[in-house]
């Protein structure tokens, strides 16, 4: 069974970077797609960034477009989450997960940890 296994979150200031990673154990080589989620307190976990490793194509919901991308490496079997100018609204713990869709987290079947994002000043 895959696993999967995040890294990268932490604490950063309004309009600051981070940059999330996702180990995927098994490889990508037959994962059709895959992203990221993330909850917020109160609040639904939400999908926030797809991908398709063997075409490229990707999804970003609308909060986060012009802000967030997502990228994968074959070679390290990961994929990542590159957040910049990030917001207060971002806080939220982040999750790794598949088979991604923008429609929300139904057919997801596995997930990772998770990862603490606190925007703060």
């Known amino acids: 069974e895959v696993q999967l296994v995040e890294s990268g979150g932490g604490l950063v200031q309004p309009g600051g970077s981070l940059r999330l990673s996702c180990v995927v154990l098994?490889?990508?080589?037959?994962?059709?797609?895959i992203g990221w989620f993330r909850q917020a307190p109160g609040k639904e976990r939400e999908t926030v960034s797809c991908m398709t490793p063997g075409d490229g194509s990707t999804y970003y919901t609308d909060s986060v477009k012009g802000r967030f991308t997502i990228a994968s490496d074959h070679a390290k079997n990961s994929i990542y989450l590159q957040m910049n100018s990030l917001k207060t609204e971002d806080t939220a713990v982040y999750y790794c997960?598949?088979?991604?869709?923008?429609?929300?987290?139904?057919?997801?079947?596995?997930w990772g940890q998770g990862t603490q994002v606190t925007v703060s000043s």
């Open positions: 997960g598949l088979p991604c869709g923008p429609a929300g987290t139904y057919g997801v079947h596995h």
């Open positions: 098994g490889g990508l080589s037959d994962v059709y797609s």
